[in-house]
Structures are given as C-alpha cells and as structure tokens.
Nanobody, 125 residues
Framework: QVQLVETGGGLVQAGGSLRLSCAAS????????MAWFRQAPGKEREFVAS????????YYADSVQGRFTISRGNAKDTMYLQMSNLRPEDTAVYYC??????????????????WGQGTQVTVSS
C-alpha cells in the first residue's frame, strides 16, 4: 500500500513555470511505475508523463513533450514534474499515480492502483 500526496500547484501566467511534487508514504517508489495525469473540467483524465526507478522511459504525452520534465528524487519517495512554457490549455487538476508490477498500458489511467488527491494548476492567458 502506498499513499501519494501532490504539492506545488497554483496560478501562473502563460509562458511561466511550476514544479509539482509527489511524495509517497507507506513505501518508496522503487518497483512502481509512476506517472502524472491531469484532468480538465468536462474532460477525461489524460496521461502526462511516466517514469520508473529501473530501465525504460521516461515517457511523455505529445502535448507536453519538450516543455515538461518528469524526474525522481534521490530519496526514492519523491517524484517531480517540472512544467515550463505553460499554456492556458495546461490548466487542469494534476494527479500523481502509481502502478505496481506487472506494468501495463502506462498511458491509461485505469491501469493505476494508487492516486493522490490532485493539485490544481491554472494558467492564465
């Protein structure tokens, strides 16, 4: 069992940057496939980026490739999402998610067993 808590959301102007953090309690992220998803009002939850503590990845959605960077903390219980050159269409609630092995369909939100409560990111034009 793992509990996830996101922090770092807020209001930023278009072109600005934010860094989101996801902290785990109950266990570390080692062995888990970790990801960020986001959900805008009236839209389905969508994949943003994923990472593991072993080989493979990271992977990004096309919409954020080159602007967002997912990374792991040295303590293996923290994950980050550095968001740069933010756009109004990036406005959403951002969620941290974790998937124990066997890993499958990393882009699909239904594949993940553990979720944080979400943090709001609002980008003004």
């Amino acid at each position: 069992q793992v509990q996830l808590v996101e922090t770092g959301g807020g209001l930023v102007q278009a072109g600005g940057s934010l860094r989101l953090s996801c902290a785990a309690s109950g266990r570390t992220f080692v062995g888990l496939l970790m990801a960020w998803f986001r959900q805008a009002p009236g839209k389905e939850r969508e994949f943003v980026a994923s990472i593991t503590w072993s080989a493979g990845g990271p992977y990004y959605a096309d919409s954020v490739q080159g602007r967002f960077t997912i990374s792991r903390g040295n303590a293996k219980d923290t994950m980050y999402l550095q968001m740069s050159n933010l756009r109004p269409e990036d406005t959403a609630v951002y969620y941290c998610a974790a998937m124990p092995p066997p890993w499958r369909d990393y882009w699909g939100w239904r594949s993940y067993d553990y979720w944080g409560q979400g943090t709001q990111v609002t980008v003004s034009s």
